[in-house]
Nanobody, 125 residues
Framework: QVKLVESGGGLVTAGGSLRLSCAASERTFRRYAMGWFRQAPGKEREFVAAISWNGISTYYKDSVKGRFTISRDNNKNTMYLQMNSLKPEDTAVYYC??????????????????WGQGTQVTVSS
């Protein structure tokens, strides 16, 4: 089981930007495909973005393509989510996930043993 800690959430007005970070406790981080998910009040947790272990391949939910960018720094055991042009519908708690099953560029299935505690993102209109 991997310990994950998200940070970088906050309150921003529509059109603004935030950068989320997900720090992992283990050096084995560099072996894992990683993903970002989010959960809005009253809704199920949904996929947002995923990245391969080496950062070469990425995959996004359609509604965030062109606005969000996922990246990672394996030397720092950290993954990022740069969120630009934020919309009120992006409001949710954002979670990172480690060591899921990643079908390159097409799907990411989370490992339910490896979730962070979440970070709140609120976008006001």
């Amino acid at each position: 089981q991997v310990k994950l800690v998200e940070s970088g959430g906050g309150l921003v007005t529509a059109g603004g930007s935030l950068r989320l970070s997900c720090a992992a406790s283990e050096r084995t981080f560099r072996r894992y495909a990683m993903g970002w998910f989010r959960q809005a009040p009253g809704k199920e947790r949904e996929f947002v973005a995923a990245i391969s272990w080496n950062g070469i391949s990425t995959y996004y939910k359609d509604s965030v393509k062109g606005r969000f960018t996922i990246s990672r720094d394996n030397n720092k055991n950290t993954m990022y989510l740069q969120m630009n042009s934020l919309k009120p519908e992006d409001t949710a708690v954002y979670y990172c996930n480690a060591d899921g099953t990643y079908d390159s560029g097409t799907a990411y299935y989370p490992n339910h043993l490896n979730w962070g505690q979440g970070t709140q993102v609120t976008v006001s209109s």
